[in-house]
């Protein structure tokens, strides 16, 4: 396990890959700024967005896209014009997209799946993971009620975010919290990880790499390297590849301007993350 250093507010980190999942970009809860800012601290070659960066779930129920989410858009679109590859692989909140696989949009290809080819040779199979989870495959009403519990959630999490800060404590996720409780009880994150991880070894790739379940990992599980790109919702979590196969797990904070170090709004830093080397040959 290593940590990297924070970035000074003017470096760009250069890498082979990005990938990032699960912005939901229309609904409230989105880390636009932060992702915005990671955008600008980064550059990659490739950037695979792993599913839900559209949130078209909440954008049915009700219209929500402030301009923030037009600079994500364009931001990505500016990358792609510059040389980035770009590979959007939907999810189900963006399920729309998958009727255009092979499409591209300003340059942006949709697939509905990926197998990437890191820099030390090992094959990883990239997907949402929504087509594992049986709540979402198979009762799609539920997935809608669980949906909307999980917007409750976040809105109970922004109240005792405020308050929490009022009273000079660190921040908590409630929303976070309940997610976990829930779903090990069923043990859904465990089993969740374990089909997927047989799904690439299926397609005789060494690991796999998805999104979906908001739980951003790097681990292995029975020889298939599993990894999850977390969210922009709570954790504002990426997976970066660099150009000698290393995976790492950044986690990008955005420094309030009322916090008792007194930074100000619009500083951010990446936090301790864990990062795997290639294996040797």
């Not at 896209?65 to 014009?81: F, G, T, Y």
């Not at 009022?166 to 409780?181: G, N």
């Not at 997927?196 to 029975?222: N, P």
């Not at 020889?223 to 997976?239: K, L």
Request: some cysteine.
């Amino acid at each position: 396990m290593a940590a990297a250093s924070a970035p000074q507010q003017d470096s760009v980190r250069k890498l082979r890959t990005l990938f990032i999942s699960d912005v939901h970009l229309g609904s409230k809860a989105a880390k636009t700024d932060f992702l915005l800012d990671f955008l600008r601290h980064h550059e990659a070659e490739t950037i695979i967005l792993v599913g839900d960066i559209v949130d078209g779930w909440r954008l049915k129920r009700s219209w929500y896209w402030p301009q923030s989410c037009n600079d994500v858009v364009q931001k990505l679109l500016r990358k792609a014009r510059k040389g980035t590859r770009i590979i959007y692989i939907p999810g189900n909140h963006d399920e729309f997209l998958r009727d255009f696989p092979g499409v591209h949009f300003g340059g942006i290809e949709v697939a509905q799946r990926y197998l990437h080819k890191g820099a030390d040779g090992r094959t990883y199979l990239v997907l949402h993971g929504d087509e594992f989870d049986v709540v979402v495959r198979n009762a799609r009403v539920l997935a809608y009620l669980g949906d909307w519990a999980y917007d409750m959630a976040i809105a109970i999490n922004i109240g005792l975010a405020a308050i929490r800060r009022r009273l000079d404590m660190p921040y908590w996720s409630f929303s976070s919290w309940a997610k976990l409780q829930v779903k090990h009880a069923v043990n859904f994150i465990g089993e969740f990880q374990k089909v997927v991880t047989e799904e690439a070894r299926r397609h005789d790739a060494q690991g796999v790499i998805c999104g979906h379940i908001h739980h951003a990992v790097i681990e292995d599980i029975d020889g298939i390297r599993y990894i999850n790109t977390g969210d922009w919702v709570e954790s504002c979590t990426a997976i970066a590849e660099h150009h000698d196969g290393t995976m790492e797990l950044i986690t990008w904070h955005q420094m309030r301007g009322d916090t008792a170090a007194g930074q100000r709004a619009g500083e951010a830093e990446t936090m301790p993350v864990r990062r795997f080397a290639p294996q040797a040959a």
